[in-house]
């Protein structure tokens, strides 16, 4: 795991992408002002603070280094205390060496530090050495005309907050690592400011990648990142957004090689944001990080390796069902005779194109037995599968399919609609990773078998890519199930 901070040597200037691939870089931008501090006294002999000496060429290096350098190189590298590094920002400038030891908590041991860090190197190396950034006023980067969703950072008006006095110890990919350990696999995880202001690291672990949405218990661990080991408290959702939110994390992550830390990990500089979503259909993640140095911040894409093969030209037959490929539990629910389906006047086919010509493209459609005992076919439209889970209004268009002519009503699922919300967020999640439509797939499977009467066609995941499952009764009555990709 990387170390919160890397050093000068280690850290670049610009993301750099790793193995990942087909990832792109906004262009950095700067910190508002730059360099080191030239403060100094005029020195011209011995000074002894505290029972410290410094030479006059030692007073005034270190004048320079507390006057300029950022939190992170006063408190790991020089060796203050946090709590001295963060009052010396503060007391700033620092006309001499007594007032720099009238700072709260910079006694002795934090000027023999000092002295030491100063003795240790040469005037060219502490020039070099970072400044304390402001990132306020900056322009945030991101992922521009690429978003498939509208989610940002919040951080308020400045992001070096993630390393500044009051920053982060734990670093995002300690958070992760820690929560994997402890509650399970992690789908999402950033830094944010909470309700008081102050900065926050919010990771979302699951029971296991084995389950679907619908059977999934999405919860976040916040805590301040401020310490380490990283202490948080546990939340359960209930409310729609962050279970449709986190549906599609899950389904993105599950369709993924890569983790969401893997994902931080290939990223340069110090992450605070590492969220799935997709990009050109592909499934990853959305990786924003800040040089700690400038306080550039860079957005990257990292794909998440995800297979890209394909088998819609000729899908094979699998049987009755998924069987152990199975990742939902979801079955037909047409009791025990599928004969009921000979009793349809129209096709799955046809009920699609009559659908998606009033209201979008579907997401879903089935034959089933309604409430009263009669056969329905519902078919589950989108108005723009471009938006994701969170920005969507969920419907179904369900009506009597033995009916001269197909008459849908329209329900619109409820945001306490746990089962239908997070089902759909799952289903329009798959829709958009995947390489065909859902009528697509029907049409396949119709093709796949000519006589075939195609009864269910739903989003599905098997051997870790997006498809469709559909079933298809044939004319001697037998159950064909196709996995179309």
Known sequence: MRPLFSSCLLVAAVV?????????????????????????????????????????????????????????????????????????IDARPIADLNALASVSFVGRSSLNHLRAFVNAHDDAFL???????????????????????????????????????????????????????????VIEA??????????????YPVDGLDKDAERAAFREASGTPAATPFAYEM??????EHLVRSSRDLTLVQISQVGVGDAADDVGGFVYW????????????????????????????????????????????????????????RTPELGDDLTVLRSSKITMADALAQVEAERGEAIEAKF???????LSLSIYPNADVTLD??????????????????????ETFADDDVEHQTRSARDLTLVQTASLTLADAVWAADQALPRGFVYWAIPTIRDGRSGYGVYSLADDDTVHYFFID
């Open 127 to 185: 020039a070099a050495l970072p400044a304390q950034c402001d990132a306020r006023g900056l322009a945030m980067p991101g992922p521009g005309a690429f978003a498939s969703d509208k989610r940002v950072p919040e951080l308020g008006d400045d992001v070096a907050v993630i390393g500044g006095a009051a920053g982060a110890r734990t670093s995002l990919q300690a958070g992760v690592a820690q929560l994997a350990r402890e509650k399970g696999p």
């Open 16 to 88: 750099a992408v790793g193995t990942a691939g087909c990832a792109f870089n906004v262009e950095p931008h700067g910190p508002k002002g730059g360099g080191a501090s030239d403060a100094t006294a005029n020195l011209d002999r011995d000074v002894t603070v505290k029972g410290v000496t410094f030479t006059a060429d030692q007073a005034r290096k270190a004048l320079n280094v507390v006057n300029g350098a950022s939190h992170e190189i006063l408190d790991h590298r020089v060796g203050f205390d946090r709590r001295a590094a963060a009052n010396v």
């Open 389 to 410: 889970a969170e920005r969507s209004t969920f419907v179904e268009a369900a009506g009597d399919p033995t009916a001269d002519a197909f008459a849908p009503g329209l």
């Open 190 to 203: 950033k830094m944010e400011l909470n309700d008081e202001g102050a900065l926050s690291l919010s990771v």
């Open 235 to 240: 939340e359960t959702f209930t409310d729609r």
């Open 274 to 329: 590492s969220i799935p979503t997709i990009e050109w259909g592909r499934a990853g993640y959305g990786v924003y990080s800040m040089d700690p140095f400038t306080c550039e911040s860079s957005y990257t894409f990292v794909d998440g390796l995800g297979s890209d093969d394909s088998n819609w030209w000729d899908p094979a037959d699998l049987g009755n069902g998924p069987g152990a490929g199975a990742t939902d539990a």
């Open 368 to 374: 089933e037995i309604g409430d009263d005992g009669k």
